[in-house]
């Protein structure tokens, strides 16, 4: 293919900079700019790089098709680490007709030749941006292949049905319906076990949002303060102190989270108050999760009640506050209770997240989200055989193919999709 450069180090002051170099001809366009011709494939050779525009003492690597990371012919200049040296060396090479590479260039052109398949070309990318050591292993996990090898097993699965279900439609008398059910229900928890894993990921990645609700005065800044472990909210004995929300981003244990505090839940003919009940009610709909607050040493009222009906229960903590002042005689039957001020009951809190959001163990794999909207494809094609078994066994088959389809696509893309555009454009330049 048509030779690209780019730089694979990020753009800036540093010891050296790695400009990377594939396609046709890399050698040879390389090695007019050098002072002696690179010898021998996969060693690192000093040189001379000199051009009209630049002059740097480098050490280069040539890499012979087909091996290379991108399965074409590669050259590797390291040059100090200068970002002008570097900017003159890529331009002397694009003025020599090379292309500048578009993001994810190099592992597209990996995949195109059969170095990796989707599933890893994708974990590269999840590796350089995974921000925990979870998801680095995860990522790992997934380069290695370990996720392709799952679906491949899924694959293998399903077409084994599909041998069982054309046995069955031809020779009825033969083949046991209950023993094909069996199979597709063990595809069917496979496939929700990497959703699963997916959902996983995609919530240590992208983290969550936690708003904390409930009646003025009850403790909701207080609560605020000690989960983001800093002064962030306002905190008085007045009730209606906080009327704007008031975000602060933090990790509690495992999960990126931005904690939201708002303005306490009341009727009130204060129209700026009545703004920042409008507010709040706007982000406890749009939050993952939600901690509704109550006061503990007064008991959960009828106050109390009438407000958490505005929230929606599934994605709710209830949590009791002020338990150092003792306990009022009504308590919510699943509360949590703490002292905010005290900071007493903090990480019971933390944990229950972890639970509600279904943190239980770090993600074995990385799933991307293009991949998982496959897996639910998969999920919807296999539930669908299910119904249709005892029915239609034709249709059941056709329910399966496009289960096979899906897999299929999640290894290789599929041959419509613009896969530079949809996949690979996320990705940092030079990778
Ligand atoms: N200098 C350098 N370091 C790097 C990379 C790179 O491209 N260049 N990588 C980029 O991500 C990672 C390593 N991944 C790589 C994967 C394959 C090949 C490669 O040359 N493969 C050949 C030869 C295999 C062999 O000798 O065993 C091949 O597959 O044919 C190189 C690097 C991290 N470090
Ligand atoms: N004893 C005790 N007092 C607390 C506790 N948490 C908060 N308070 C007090 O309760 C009062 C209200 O606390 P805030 O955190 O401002 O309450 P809020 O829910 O944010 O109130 P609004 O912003 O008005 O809705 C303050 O005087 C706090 O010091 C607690 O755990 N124990
Ligand atoms: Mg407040």
């Given at each position: ?6 730089l ?8 050296l ?12 366009t ?5 002072d002696?011709?690179?010898?021998k494939?996969?060693?690192?050779s000093?040189?001379?790089?000199s051009?009209?525009?630049v002059?740097d ?8 098709e ?7 012919e590669?050259v ?6 200068n970002?002008?040296i570097?900017e003159l ?11 500048p590479?578009?993001p994810?260039e190099f592992t597209?052109r990996a995949?195109l030749?059969?170095?990796m ?6 974990a ?5 941006l ?12 997934t ?6 090898d799952r ?5 293998n ?5 599909l041998?069982f279900?054309?046995?069955a439609?031809?020779?009825?008398e ?5 023993s ?13 076990d990497l ?7 995609e919530?240590l990645?992208?983290?969550i ?5 409930g009646r003025p005065?009850?403790?909701k800044?207080?609560l ?7 002064e962030?909210?306002?905190v008085?004995?007045?009730?209606g102190?906080?009327?704007?929300y008031?975000?602060?981003y933090?990790?509690l ?19 700026i108050?009545?703004?920042?009940v409008?507010?709040?009610?706007r982000?406890?709909?749009e939050?993952?999760l939600v901690i509704?607050?109550y006061?503990a040493?007064?008991?959960w009222?009828?106050e109390?009640?009438?407000m ?7 994605k709710t ?7 150092d002042k003792?306990?009022?005689n ?9 002292s905010?001020k005290?900071?007493?009951?903090i990480?019971?809190?933390i944990?229950a997240i972890?639970?509600?959001m279904n943190?239980?163990?770090p993600?074995?794999?990385?799933v ?8 639910e494809k998969?999920?919807?094609d ?6 249709h078994l ?10 399966l193919f ?9 290894i ?9 555009s ?8 030079g990778?």
């Amino acid at each position: 293919m048509e030779p690209i450069v780019a730089l694979a180090t990020p753009w800036g002051v540093g010891a050296l900079h790695v400009i990377r170099i594939s396609g046709d001809a890399s050698k040879n366009t390389v090695e007019a700019f050098l002072d002696k011709p690179l010898q021998k494939p996969r060693h690192a050779s000093l040189r001379y790089f000199s051009s009209e525009k630049v002059e740097d003492q480098v050490v280069a690597i040539w890499y012979s098709e087909p091996h290379s990371y991108t399965g074409e012919e590669m050259v590797e200049i390291m040059c100090h680490g200068n970002p002008a040296i570097a900017e003159l060396i890529i331009e002397t090479l694009l003025d020599a007709g090379m292309k500048p590479a578009q993001p994810g260039e190099f592992t597209f052109r990996a995949f195109l030749n059969g170095k990796m398949d989707l599933t890893q070309a994708e974990a590269v990318n999840d590796l350089i941006l995974a921000r925990s050591t979870e998801l680095l292993k995860a990522g790992e996990n997934t380069l290695k292949g370990k996720l392709s090898d799952r679906i491949a097993s899924l694959r293998n699965k399903v077409l084994n049905v599909l041998a069982f279900l054309q046995a069955a439609m031809d020779f009825p008398e033969d083949v046991e319906e209950s023993s094909i059910e069996e199979q597709l229900r063990e595809i069917l928890v496979e496939t929700e076990d990497l959703i699963e894993s997916a959902k996983t990921a995609e919530i240590l990645r992208k983290g969550i949002s936690l708003v904390i609700a409930g009646r003025p005065n009850v403790g909701k800044s207080s609560l605020m303060n000690a989960l983001v472990g800093m002064e962030r909210s306002i905190v008085s004995q007045i009730p209606g102190t906080t009327r704007d929300y008031i975000e602060q981003y933090t990790v509690l244990g495992k999960i990126p989270v931005n904690v939201v505090d708002t303005a306490g839940l009341r009727h009130t003919d204060d129209p700026i108050e009545q703004e920042g009940v409008k507010l709040a009610l706007r982000r406890i709909e749009e939050a993952d999760l939600v901690i509704f607050l109550y006061d503990a040493s007064t008991g959960w009222t009828d106050e109390d009640k009438q407000m958490f009906n505005l929230i929606q229960e599934e994605k709710t903590i209830v949590v009791g506050n002020k338990i150092d002042k003792g306990k009022g005689n009504e308590q919510h039957p699943k509360a949590y209770f703490v002292s905010a001020k005290e900071k007493t009951g903090i990480d019971r809190i933390i944990e229950a997240i972890h639970q509600l959001m279904n943190i239980t163990e770090p993600p074995k794999l990385l799933v991307s989200q293009r991949q998982m909207g496959l897996l639910e494809k998969t999920l919807g094609d296999v539930h669908d055989a299910l119904e249709h078994l005892s029915v239609y066994a034709e249709v059941a088959a056709d329910d399966l193919f496009s289960a096979l389809r899906n897999l299929t696509t999640l290894i290789d893309g599929d041959v419509e999709e613009d896969l530079l555009s949809t996949v690979f454009s996320n990705f940092c330049i030079g990778k």
